[in-house]
């Protein structure tokens, strides 16, 4: 596992966009060669994984696809997540976590049990 931290949540109208920012907790944790993923958890709601983006390639889940882009800064060592076209039902703390173990029937699976602070964002009118 690999500890990351997340920010750039906020509130925000539906229709608005975000982006959220990924960065390794120490200089040393290279994030290029994780595949990094998005989690999400809503109140009242269990975690759910939403992005992932390996060395080359991007996924999301359907809830998000079209509206979220995840993407790497590879210089940076940073992910990012950009969300656009807000919805209420987006609001959610948002996780970033590494290394993700794959794709499975519901999105990107991480099988660690280090979960950073997070980062709140909020979509209301």
């Not at 982006?19 to 990094?36: K, M």
């Not at 759910?48 to 080359?56: F, K, W």
Request: with cysteine; hydrophobic share 35%.
């Amino acid at each position: 596992q690999v500890h990351l931290v997340e920010s750039g949540g906020g509130m925000v109208q539906p229709g608005g966009s975000l982006r959220l920012a990924c960065a390794a907790s120490s200089p040393e944790i290279e994030l290029n060669l994780y595949t990094v993923g998005w989690f999400r958890q809503a109140p009242g709601k269990e975690r759910e994984g939403i992005s992932a983006i390996t060395y080359r390639a991007t996924n999301h889940v359907d809830s998000v696809r079209g509206r979220f882009t995840i993407s790497r800064d590879k210089a940076k060592n940073m992910v990012y997540l950009q969300m656009d076209n807000l919805e209420i039902e987006d609001t959610a703390v948002y996780y970033c976590v590494a290394p993700i173990d794959g794709w499975g029937s519901e999105g990107p699976v991480y099988a660690y049990d280090y979960w950073g602070q997070g980062t709140q964002v909020t979509v209301s009118s």
